[in-house]
């Protein structure tokens, strides 16, 4: 009886997310290599065939359905007008994983203050969709023209106004443009075919990735703490200790001590250090944490 070989097939995006989305994968326990001017990246996964692909386009090919599942920005699925089903919101403390905003912004100086003053208007942008989707809530009719790039320095007089994306509006304010509204705020999703989504496999496949993706995600910012405590002390040290869920506390061979391990945000770690100490922790041991799964 032969046996086939099933994949799923998985868009990377390519650009601005690809390194960060390669830095996940690894942090989840994959080896994902992309090699120079190639287009078809090797996991250690033979159930997963990648394919790198712009953001820009990922929505699209998932939507019908050349790709299972990819990862993309939100912005670029309603920007394609893409039927998926999202499965999970990616966005980590990392660059290019965390929210980005698309806002509306014009010249300091510019009589534009609010949406309605874009009325007959001339607004460049790259995403023409959601910016003519953001005009038609506001009740607006303006002409809404694709930008090709550099779209930070073209009003006042390429344009009135444009629609664009910022991360830390450092482009913004090198370029003395004043937002006056925000279009959408966007992160990096895992989206998925509505076929795909339905096949058991496919849908098992990719519950099982994003187990391990998000697991990685949740650990990013987190550390591990053991600590031996005298059990007199107990009360003493467990209020100090914040933490994710109920701390595990073993006993040790001298049952008037205990051990203690739970899981903290790294940046109240060295915080908390001398009042452990204080309350009489010892032997306090700090280590990284690669995935926590829940």
Not at 51 to 73: P, S
Not at 146 to 169: R, Y
Not at 208 to 215: A, H, Q, V
Not at 235 to 254: C, F, K, M, R, Y
């Amino acid at each position: 009886m032969t046996v086939v070989k099933r994949t799923l097939r998985l868009g990377l995006p390519k650009g601005s997310l690809q390194e960060t989305t390669q830095k996940l994968f690894t942090l989840a326990g994959f080896q994902l290599r992309i090699p120079d001017r190639s287009y078809y990246p090797t996991i250690d996964d033979p159930e997963i065939e990648c394919i790198l692909i712009r953001a820009q386009e990922m929505a699209r090919y998932v939507a019908q359905g050349v790709l299972d599942a990819g990862i993309t920005g939100v912005d670029w699925t309603i920007e394609n007008k893409a039927k998926v089903k999202e499965l999970a919101d990616l966005r980590a403390p990392w660059p290019k994983y965390g929210p980005v905003r698309w806002i509306v912004a014009v010249k300091q100086g510019s009589p534009i203050h609010k949406p309605k003053d874009l009325e007959g208007k001339r607004i460049a942008t790259e995403v023409m969709n959601l910016t003519k989707r953001y005009l038609k809530q506001h009740g607006v009719k303006a002409q809404v023209e694709f930008s090709w790039g550099a779209t930070e320095v073209k009003p006042p007089v390429l344009a009135d106004a444009i629609v664009d994306v910022t991360e830390t509006g450092s482009s913004l304010r090198a370029n003395n443009l004043r937002v006056i509204d925000t279009v959408l705020e966007s992160t990096p999703r895992f989206i998925a075919n509505h076929d795909s989504v339905k096949d058991e496999w496919k849908k098992g496949k990719m519950d099982r990735l994003l187990l391990m993706l998000k697991g990685a995600i949740a650990a990013v910012d987190k550390v591990g703490l053991m600590m031996n405590v005298p059990r007199k002390h107990l009360d003493a040290v467990l209020g100090v200790l914040p933490a994710l869920g109920n701390p595990t506390i073993s006993t040790l061979s001298d049952d008037k001590w205990v051990a203690i391990n739970t899981v903290i945000e790294e940046n109240v770690a060295k915080k908390l250090y001398p009042q452990l100490s204080e309350a009489g922790a010892r032997a306090i041991v700090e280590y990284p944490l690669n995935k926590i799964v829940e």
